[in-house]
């Protein structure tokens, strides 16, 4: 199945994936113009009148980057909807979103019909992240064009699969768009992502220690001194388990080896998302792959140092199967 168009100018197979409080949008514009899909949450813009100061303000500098750039545009942007019961924005920043025509919407904690029809009312495309076979295919058949496959080792609030099962297990019936999370920070990495069958990766954590990303500098430079040893899965934070960086849970107070279960029943990302807030100010998450990250650089020299990295590894592959065949 081909991918749709809005994808077509794409510089690498890349998803700048949705940084809850830390993506904005000057790392959203940067992402795109630099080539790749940039994102945000849509709870990010708080109060909720901000949300369309912000998508007023990347449509149009993006439509005047293409306008001055027609043979190299930029990447389409992507909206990240929580459709969860806490969220009482969802409706009221779906609407913004067909005003604005978002190219891409990216849900996430429940996929309902109605936000995908919002959606398909102008010719946006939905995708939507899961963590299993079973989720995946329940937001297909509630209307999702594609789905982002949350594998163990991501950022956030990630699955426990392997990323070869777990994709493995969704080509057997869906040929769609895919793209495949989980300690994806370099651009050989996104070439393995379509190796195992994936169309794109999807990159968040690498983007935290980004100039424009809005992060703590303490943050950011963790995201640089750490490694995969150093992240602690648990779901105390926000009720879901996820990826956080284990210097951030010592500095709360707590030990990363033995931290109590969370009701998750206690999850809230609503208008307020007091807890939440605070929880992802506080406790930084954060996936494996961040050992390839070794300095805080502007987000286009992180896709720069990607692109390179990608079709290196393409032409070293390609090279191989060529002594091969000799």
Not at 23 to 35: F, T, W
Not at 40 to 49: M, Y
Not at 72 to 101: G, T, W
Not at 299 to 311: G, I
Request: glycine share 10%; net charge negative.
């Amino acid at each position: 199945m081909a991918l749709p168009s809005v994808f077509q100018h794409l510089r690498i197979p890349v998803i700048g994936s949705p940084l809850f409080i830390i993506s904005n949008p000057d790392l959203v514009i940067a992402q795109c113009k630099a080539g790749i899909v940039g994102s945000f949450p849509a709870l990010n813009a708080r109060p909720v009148e901000v949300l369309e100061q912000w998508l007023k303000r990347i449509t149009e500098e993006l439509d005047a980057y293409n306008q001055a750039n027609p043979d190299k545009p930029a990447a389409p942007f992507a909206v990240n909807q929580i459709v969860h019961k806490s969220n009482e924005r969802l409706m009221h920043d779906m609407e913004l979103c067909v005003k604005y025509k978002v190219p891409v919407i990216i849900t996430s904690l429940g996929a309902v019909k109605e936000v995908n029809d919002a959606a398909h009312s102008y010719g946006g495309v939905v995708l939507h992240d899961i963590i299993n076979n079973r989720f995946a295919k329940k937001a297909i058949e509630k209307g999702a064009d594609g789905l982002i496959a949350v594998a163990a080792g991501a950022g956030g609030h990630a699955g426990t699969l392997s990323p070869f099962a777990l994709v493995q297990e969704i080509r057997e019936w869906f040929d769609g768009p895919l793209a495949l999370s989980g300690s994806i920070a370099t651009g050989g990495a996104v070439l393995a992502a379509q190796a195992m069958g994936a169309d794109f990766g999807y990159i968040g954590s690498a983007f935290i220690a980004t100039k424009e990303a809005n992060a703590d500098e303490r943050y950011k430079q963790a995201i640089v001194d750490c490694g995969a040893d150093d992240i602690v899965y648990s779901n105390l934070f926000t009720g879901i388990h996820g990826n956080y960086l284990a210097p951030s849970i010592v500095a709360a107070g707590l030990d990363p080896k033995n931290l109590p279960e969370s009701d998750p029943s206690k999850m809230n990302f609503g208008s307020g998302g007091t807890e939440a807030k605070k929880a992802w100010r506080d406790i930084w998450g954060c996936g494996q792959g961040i050992g390839a990250v070794k300095e805080i650089l502007p987000a286009a020299k992180l896709v720069d140092r990607l692109a390179d990295e990608y079709f290196a590894a393409k032409e070293r592959l390609a090279g191989t199967y060529a002594k091969a065949a000799e």
